[in-house]
């Protein structure tokens, strides 16, 4: 089982800027693509950006695309989420996950989700 510790979340103004970080750490003996995702109140979990293992294939909401971006250092088994331009629409809680490639992490299929990390933009 692997463990994901989301942060980096906060209160920030209509086209602000944040980094968010994930740390996976556990049972992590081959490589794994990573991603995030997002729940905002009301409504389900949706799917944010995908990163491969090698960094070299990326996936994005429709959403969020030319303003987030994703990015991972390996050697700190953590993926980031740079998120500019931020709208109210991007208030949620943002969770990462993980899984054996970026269809998996794009269908959520790895069942262990972390704490999370609340994202507020204020207008």
């Known amino acids: 089982q692997v463990q994901l510790v989301e942060s980096g979340g906060g209160l920030v103004q209509t086209g602000g800027s944040l980094r968010l970080s994930c740390v996976a750490s556990g049972r992590t003996f081959t490589t794994y693509a990573m991603g995030w995702f997002r729940q905002a109140p009301g409504k389900e979990r949706e799917f944010v950006a995908a990163?491969?293992?090698?960094?070299?294939?990326?996936s994005y909401a429709d959403s969020v695309k030319g303003r987030f971006t994703i990015s991972r250092d390996n050697a700190k088994n953590t993926v980031y989420l740079q998120m500019n331009t931020l709208k109210p629409e991007d208030t949620a809680v943002y969770y990462c996950?993980?899984?054996?490639?970026?269809?998996?992490?794009?269908?959520?299929?790895?069942?262990?989700w972390g704490q999370g990390t609340q994202v507020t933009v204020s207008s």
């Open positions: 996950n993980l899984g054996s490639g970026l269809r998996a992490v794009v269908a959520g299929s790895y069942g262990y």
């Open positions: 990163i491969s293992w090698s960094g070299g294939s990326t």
